[in-house]
């Protein structure tokens, strides 16, 4: 049965709201979700979007790191290093701080968390065609790829592109002026590819034609839109994304161990040619293709594959050495991840690793991709450890974790940069103490709750409409 777009589940919100008083349409409409009554949770619940919850939970996990570092590379340059290397004369950074040790660091290691976002993406679009392959089920298996190949772009870059004009509103207004000076990190590049036009259809054409650059897939190279550097990760997303179903496709009729070993190609392939993006998301299609064949346990749940793959004694639950070798796994996954972006050659605890880096690979995101992959393997086949990401906050913030991260910049420039210097007004920044505290409390009590409350309204008024109008349209022009 087809499902009917209704306009959004927003609109339907502003109808059935409108019949209360005024005052309470408007409360109960700027109210967070998780404050909500049960007809916000069923929908919550509809738009799941990931098979796997705790896959669910860690990507929410690295959607919140990311701001983390952002943030804090706005204001300083140590997230880049590691512990124990000495930059005090060229950057006044003595690197001696407790955070800046291998697992510590990972609470703002943002660049690693890029990779545990493609390695994610690359698991759950392959997990359902992978199953519907092992089952035999051809025709369901053409129909869930060429849904996903339609979707995948209207999915990426409708709410991008809202975001984007919601920015040119913000700087036509001059909304991004308040902190413009503590510009100084992302931006250093060209201080005025955030300027103010005349008119508010000049803005909005300037942010568009930076916008079309995300479109590009025909160039490879990593692009930064001028309106917010950090959605240069879209355009990966969907080229690489694009690069699963169509592999998918491919080796959708092979057998179970030729296509391991044709996939294990394409990964080496890639690898040799230092393409790590689409290392990642071929890695966790890999991961996927592995768990299912294999019948480990994957989204908490049993696969039944039919009578060709039949259930193995002792494979349904989990064991001591599962439990102790994916800890393993994860342990070391986590310590590669937090390989420092800049000097990793002499940063304690990395500097033999660093003489491992292939020469065509940048070394942070070899390490980094690695230790992703390492996490997320022992995250989807040791239940123990994918209990961890399941308790109902890191369900939450995965599930607003892509409107987090396309608003969180706007957050940075319109909330962070003003309140943050407002606080050291109070708390002074003679000594690192008060700088320290004014910068927690300015982040804690009032960045991250307008975070938080932004992303959950950009991701009910904005993403799941443009969910839901993406379903419609494909219901609308497919034949069956």
């Not at 001696?96 to 679009?125: D, N």
């Not at 420039?413 to 920044?429: E, R, Y």
Request: net charge positive; charged share 15%.
């Amino acid at each position: 049965m087809r499902r009917r777009w209704d306009f959004g589940w927003a609109i339907k919100d502003l109808v059935h709201y409108a019949r209360a008083p005024t005052y309470w349409t408007i409360w109960k409409l700027l109210l967070p979700s998780f404050l909500h009554g049960p007809s916000i949770h069923e929908r919550e619940k509809r738009h799941k979007g990931i098979s796997n919850s705790s896959l669910q939970g860690l990507r929410g996990i690295a959607a919140a790191i990311v701001f983390h570092r952002h943030l804090l590379m706005s204001f300083s340059k140590f997230p880049d290093y590691g512990h124990g290397v000495d930059k005090t004369i060229e950057l006044g950074l003595a690197n001696r701080w407790i955070h800046q040790l291998p697992f510590l660091r990972l609470i703002y290691s943002g660049g690693a968390m890029v990779q545990i976002f493609f390695i994610v993406s690359g698991y759950t679009q392959s997990l359902k065609p992978l199953q519907l392959m092992q089952r035999e089920q051809w025709d369901a298996v053409h129909k869930s790829l060429s849904s996903a190949i339609f979707r995948r772009g209207f999915r990426l870059f409708l709410p991008t592109l809202a975001a984007a004009m919601l920015i040119a509103v913000s700087v036509w207004l001059g909304m991004y002026e308040w902190g413009s000076k503590f510009r100084n990190t992302w931006f250093e590049e060209d201080p005025n590819q955030l300027s103010r036009e005349r008119t508010l259809s000049s803005q909005a054409w300037v942010t568009f034609q930076s916008f079309k650059g995300l479109l590009d897939v025909w160039n490879w190279d990593e692009y930064s839109p001028h309106f917010n550097p950090h959605m240069w990760t879209i355009a990966v997303e969907f080229r690489c994304s694009l690069a699963v179903q169509f592999t998918l496709l491919g080796l959708s009729m092979a057998q179970p161990v030729p296509r391991v070993m044709i996939l294990t190609g394409m990964i080496w392939y890639c690898h040799d040619h230092g393409r790590w993006d689409c290392v990642c998301f071929l890695g966790g299609l890999f991961l996927a293709n592995i768990n299912v064949t294999c019948r480990l346990r994957t989204g908490g749940e049993t696969c039944h594959l039919g009578p060709r793959y039949p259930a193995r004694p002792g494979w349904e639950g989990g064991s001591k050495v599962k439990t102790i070798l994916g800890s393993v796994v994860f342990l070391a996954g986590l310590y590669l991840m937090g390989y420092p972006k800049k000097d990793g050659l002499y940063t304690p605890g990395y500097r033999k690793m660093a003489s491992y880096t292939p020469d065509n690979w940048v070394d942070h995101r070899f390490w980094s991709a690695w230790g992703a992959f390492f996490v997320v393997a022992s995250i989807t086949n040791a239940p123990v450890l994918a209990c961890l990401f399941e308790n109902s906050l890191f369900q939450y913030l995965g599930k607003i974790s892509y409107a987090m991260y396309l608003v969180h910049g706007p957050v940075l420039h319109m909330i962070a940069f003003v309140f943050v210097p407002m606080a050291w007004l109070v708390t002074g920044k003679e000594n690192i103490v008060y700088r320290v505290l004014g910068f927690e409390v300015a982040t804690c009590f009032v960045t991250i709750p307008i975070l938080v409350w932004t992303a959950d309204l950009f991701w009910r008024f904005v993403d799941v409409p443009c969910g839901d109008f993406t379903f419609w349209l494909k219901t609308k022009i497919w034949v069956a």
